[in-house]
């Protein structure tokens, strides 16, 4: 059971923005970090921390925050962005870890 | 670098009980960080398991915490997964992940995981 919520699908025009949110669990007290998972590979982290991206994560990843709602925005979609996307932080108890329902982005 | 490895078994049998091992290499699993690991059913999403401190302290996904064991064992550098009396609900590819290793709060590094299937 997750206590995150992500749209399941999202689509977006090669080039153009997208946006993926999640909602819920402790969201309002912690960052979610974000990861991107191409079929068949294991997730790879593309936010960590405050909003931070990881050496070779492309600068068009961006992550923010209001209330109890995180979000990821792709800027500038590329084919290769085309994957499912994870958050994950803490519940809300703040004792457990949890990961978001997941949103697949197809880039158009 | 920082790498692990799962291995285990690849089928178990229903009421049985499922045991993975992750290898870290590149790093002590002696350092300031909690290992954990991860869960994916065929088509569906990710579903943290649990995470280990090289303590043996150890924190679980309440859902799953009355069938799950985690330990560590640091003269091999590795930690442990037992979940016992499973069911076919619980075939799943099992990724073991590092926590904040490298990249802090969050799952910085995973191993490739490991496909198991429960079935008789």
Known sequence: ?108 | QVQLQESGPLLVKPSGTLSLTCVVSGASIRSSNWWSWVRQPPGKGLEWIGEVYHSGSTTYNPFLRSRVTLSVDTSKNQFSLKMNSVTAADTAVYYCASWGVEWEESFDVWGRGTMVTVSS
């Open chain 1, 1 to 108: 059971s997750s206590e995150l919520t992500q749209d399941p699908l999202v689509s977006v025009a090669l080039g153009q923005t997208v946006r993926i949110t999640c909602q819920g669990g402790g969201l309002g007290t912690y960052y979610a970090s974000w990861y991107q998972q191409k079929p068949g590979q294991a997730p790879v982290v593309v936010i960590y921390g405050k909003h931070n991206r990881p050496s070779g994560i492309p600068a068009r990843f961006a992550a923010s925050r209001s209330g109890n709602t995180a979000s990821l925005t792709i800027t500038g979609a590329q084919a290769e962005d085309e994957a499912d996307y994870y958050c994950n932080s803490r519940d809300s108890t703040g004792n457990h870890l949890v990961f978001g329902t997941g949103t697949k982005v197809t880039v158009l």
